[in-house]
């Protein structure tokens, strides 16, 4: 059984930067696809961003320039560096894993992902 658990949520001015962390135990990481979603108040949970076993990333149009997804093999962690945040990023950010996706209509979507984590909040204020 996969556990993944994220860190480095926080208050922050628009404009600032954070660097979310999600530890992952059990299971083979270099193996899964890993991803960030996140849900705002008053709204619908958001793919963010993904990273496939392979090294490739893809992002949502409305965080490409801002947000980097990355991933440390060697210590089982995937990381999410958002620069130039907006109050509008503000959210729950969960950190996803699965093995076997390929297709960007499946690492988009939340129900796609075997093991979830519990999420970080991030604020960002005006």
């Known amino acids: 059984q996969v556990q993944l658990v994220e860190s480095g949520g926080g208050l922050v001015q628009a404009g600032g930067s954070l660097r979310l962390s999600c530890a992952a135990s059990?299971?083979?990481?270099?193996?899964?696809?890993m991803a960030w979603f996140r849900q705002g108040p008053g709204k619908e949970r958001e793919f963010v961003a993904a990273?496939?076993?392979?090294?490739?990333?893809y992002y949502v149009d409305s965080v490409k320039g801002r947000f980097t997804i990355s991933r440390d093999n060697a210590k089982n962690t995937v990381y999410l560096q958002m620069n130039g945040l907006k109050p509008e990023d503000t959210a729950v950010y969960h950190c996803?894993?699965?093995?076997?996706?390929?297709?960007?209509?499946?690492?988009?979507?939340?129900?796609?992902?075997?093991?979830r984590g519990q999420g970080t909040q991030v604020t960002v204020s005006s």
């Open positions: 990273s496939w076993r392979y090294g490739s990333t």
């Open positions: 996803a894993a699965a093995d076997g996706l390929f297709m960007i209509a499946t690492v988009t979507t939340w129900g796609s992902y075997n093991y």
């Open positions: 059990g299971g083979t990481f270099s193996r899964y696809t």
